[in-house]
């Protein structure tokens, strides 16, 4: 019982950071596209598509980690959205791009390499722990199989 709700205040807490975060770049997604555009790995014009959609993608992820409507979904896009940002923004740093991630907004363009590359860390090891976690409780939940 113990164990389910410190859980379950890892989903919220996840899911509170990826609808904080969408919420941000849906309330600026100008700024969103050019914060994507700075990474120079994409043409402007799909950066500003992904400068619209990312965000609701990240919000309505959050919800779905909230309500438990295609939990293991949810887990699965956002462990991908970290990771590959995680990937472009190392990839910026290598090829010496001074960038800010535009994760959250304009609050965190004052952040250091070091601080976001622990968010992202953070962030993608909270989701991975909640993916295993998920991963148990549907083979604890699932029935033996009979035998044929």
Known sequence: ????????????????????????????PVQFAHD??????????????LAFYLPWLEIFCGLALILRLFYRGALSILTALVVVFLVATIAAKIRGLDITCGCFGHTSQNWSFPAHLALDLGVLTALAALCYCS??????????????
Do not use: C
């Open 1 to 28: 019982m113990v164990k389910s709700f410190v859980w379950r205040i890892g989903d919220l807490i996840i899911a509170a950071v990826f609808i904080y975060a969408g919420a941000l770049k849906v309330l600026d």
């Open 135 to 148: 991963v148990v409780r549907a083979r604890a939940n699932a029935s033996p199989t009979p035998m044929s």
């Open 36 to 49: 994507i555009d700075h990474y120079k790995i994409l043409p402007w014009t799909i950066g500003v598509g």
